[in-house]
């Protein structure tokens, strides 16, 4: 039996990795075979989905995770006898800007206190931590380079980036000392995500495409020359996944791996939403560049190469207007 | 006036370090000229040498670091008006091997709550954190390159080296943020380091040269083949010195500076004692091999080369036989 749990389970990721994996009802860890879902437990700060919540198979625990997981909480009951664990509860970037102390509190005191319960449960599991290419950045003394590789240090340029990059550090310590089985994997910017905007700084690589198809307007704040690299939410999904059935030697280290991005300019994407779903759906897009959005995108890295993901089978969305056909798909009334 | 304030002051280099800094007199912080030296305030569990305890511009607080920086403690009253902080004090690779959360509160909590501290009091103090190379590491999906070069990416290896890795990273966005003015040095294994053993990996670097210059026996736990990389204790003090004076367009940014090593094997090690105090010092060496410390050893890089630390003017030691002279000066009673 394979028994989950999914930090920040209530979010776009979480709510729908949870999904995938009820439906599937079965789960190959790390190589060793199938094995039957036996339950998913979701703990976030906000109330699961209705359609999770009425599961039979689900459990949800409800606040803050550092509070959850605490020696006799109940983030820390539900870690007990878990097989995997998901750990993709965050604060965004735009927060962790604006308010410092939450990023630290959210990304690095909650992500250290998730581990040290791993380890307290003494069932050695599989823990997979959601970085980001948001640790990757450049500074005058350390400009990043035109491809990221796998050895690229990473170097980040913002709070959520340095939080991100110091949880993948922590639990390749926590694997090496054999407390649990960690492997982070580095998630693109996903796009289209669905739903409301967020604080992330990189919204409006979603906004403007979802916006004007629910025929609401939407601001781009940067040029349509910028390139920024993106992934489906389906990828992201399938990174996540391929992060917990890979046998060890596949995945390949206790460093992270960098999913795959699909690299396109935000022109690219545009005319992409054009040949989709036409010009009048394009014209609902305000041009309205934001100095302070414009510089962080163009600090952001846009180019991708990953042996380690090709490795492993992954392999970027084949093009813009595929994701956002996928996106339609998905947000259609059923 | 210039204010400074030594975490880990009892110890080895920062005992030293408050000596040096006493005997000049004044500081030049980041370039902005000479200041008179108003006060050095160290900050150790351990009692401060007599000396240094006995000066009248010397303020001692004795206790563990994150309770002595807490709001309302010693430590966080010695910081207010602190124009420079050296943050030395840290729990070595081995006690963080063999005490997980040992290394975890001692270098990761108590380094974040100094951060903090340094944060609170307001001064934007210049903060040099001792790094080291334990930052550098080798795993089969990324090898350590035959030289470590200034983007060369850590990958540490025991938790000692993760623990630093991360204040690095802590340190570049409390800089970032203006919250302080953060520089991270990471410091060669020091040889000849005076003193009794400690639980360092490392240690025998030191143990091999000290203990026969002193008549007794020492124990070498790794073949004379074994190539590393180190330095001595005054270019280990001038690069501290340095993470100070440097204008910060010198210094060059918020990523670490790597100090220059001087490359050596044990064996180069060993023959330079006996050229300069004898074979029968040299037989006092007890050949024991460990495989736990020469496997850890053959995992760390011997190979450097900085191109900040050059700009810097930093220069590795010419050669052994001279680091050994200097140990024996230093060491003479006067």
Redesign the interface.
Known sequence: MANVVITGGAGFLGARLARDLLAAGSLDVAGDGERPLSRVTLLDRVAAPPDLAASDRVTVAEGDLAGLVAPGQAGRYALAGADVVFHLAAAVSGECETD?DLGIRANLHATEALFAACRAVGTIPLVVFSSSIAVFGG????PLPAVVE????????T?YG?QK??GE??L??YT??G?LRGRSIRLMTVSVRPGRPNAAASGFMSGIIREPLAGQRAVCPVDPAAEVALASPARAIEALRCAVTSPDDVW????AVTMPGLTVTVGDMVAALAQVAGPEVTSLIDWVPDPAVAGMVSGWAAHFHSD?AARLGLAPDPDFTSIIRKHLADTQPR
Chains 1, 2 share one sequence.
């Open positions: 410092f500074s005058p003394e350390l796998d050895r690229t240090l990473p170097n980040p340029q709070s340095i990059f110091i550090q922590l390749a310590d090496r000392k407390f390949g280290g206790r460093t380690r």
